[in-house]
Every structure is written in structure tokens, then in C-alpha cells.
């Protein structure tokens, strides 16, 4: 039987993610969430720069506190990843809301993404939110999918950049 946990960035191991990453780039995909985009920085760097991100007293000018969770095997290998914000903005209102997340490529369609945010909804919780806004690309169908499945309710759409942007919200 295969152990799947949702853990905290200090959990997870370079090459590991380093894997994860690549099973993107494979696919020619931008990652989900982007905050697992690495860009030019090492490992070590990148993990500092989400950790920062955890507090409010070292949170960068614009930004909201947020976290990056990884829903994993007990081996270390990375399923997927989802990014929580805790306060929202103007920006996140729109596009964005309190989460995004991505499965790994060769993962999906096995139930991870509903896991993975079920677990979520713990941490969500425990940061006083009891209400989460999450925003799909209408033509992403399996996020819309997961989205309905955990009790997302429509509350409008926009166009942004040609692309229908649905908003849903979900009571914890």
C-alpha cells in the first residue's frame, strides 16, 4: 500500500524536486503552482525565497503570506504541489484566489489532485480561512473537475487575455 502525505517545503529534497521539475519540462508545460519555478536560482536559494514568503515579517513589498506544500509518497517522490495564500488582493481576488496547484504529468488522473487539496484544507483552516476562493482557466477541465468534486460553487467568470477565467468558491 503506497503512503502519500501533504508536507511542508522543509520535507522535500533536492533531487527530488529537481525530478519533479523535469517531468514538467518533459512535457513542455509550464509547472503548477508557479511558485515551484525555480528560474535562475539554486535549490538552496529558491527554498529560502518560499520560506520568506511564510511570514509576514519577511514577506517581500505586494505579496501575501503564503506556503507551498507538496503532496508526496513516502519514498520522497513528488506527486504534485499546491500553493496556499492565507490573505488576498486585489490581484488574487481576480486571478489566482487561495490556491493553485498541478500534479505531476505522469500522475494525473489517479485522484491526486482531490487528495492533495482535501489535505489543504487542514492548513487553510488552521490560518483562520473557512471560505477559499480558487480561479480555473475554463479550458482546464481536470481542474475544473476537482474543483466541482470538493464543493466548488461558480460565482462568476472574466476574460483575461482571450482565456474564460472561472471563479469558484468552497466552504471548509
Not at 35 to 50: D, G, M, P, T
Not at 80 to 109: C, Q
Request: with cysteine; glycine share 8%.
Amino acid at each position: 500500500m503506497k503512503v502519500i502525505k501533504l508536507v511542508e517545503i522543509t520535507e522535500i529534497g533536492e533531487k527530488n524536486f529537481m525530478e519533479y521539475l523535469n517531468s514538467w519540462r518533459r512535457q513542455n508545460e509550464m509547472i503548477s503552482p508557479s511558485s515551484c519555478e525555480i528560474r535562475h536560482l539554486s535549490f538552496r536559494e529558491w527554498k529560502k525565497e518560499q520560506q520568506m514568503l511564510q511570514k509576514e515579517a519577511t514577506l517581500p513589498s505586494g505579496l501575501v503570506r503564503a506556503d507551498t506544500l507538496f503532496l508526496v509518497e513516502d519514498n520522497g517522490y513528488i506527486l504534485g504541489a499546491i500553493n496556499l495564500r492565507y490573505t488576498m488582493n486585489d490581484e488574487l481576488l481576480k486571478f489566482g484566489g487561495h490556491m493553485s496547484f498541478g500534479i505531476r504529468p505522469e500522475e494525473r488522473r489517479k485522484g491526486y489532485g482531490f487528495i492533495m487539496i482535501k489535505l489543504a484544507f487542514n492548513t487553510l483552516r488552521g490560518n483562520g480561512i473557512n471560505r477559499a476562493l480558487i480561479t480555473v482557466s475554463r479550458d482546464n477541465k481536470a481542474a475544473k473537475n476537482i474543483v466541482k468534486k470538493i464543493g466548488g460553487v461558480l460565482e462568476n467568470a472574466y476574460e483575461l487575455k482571450g482565456n474564460v477565467i472561472d471563479r469558484y468558491w468552497i466552504s471548509l
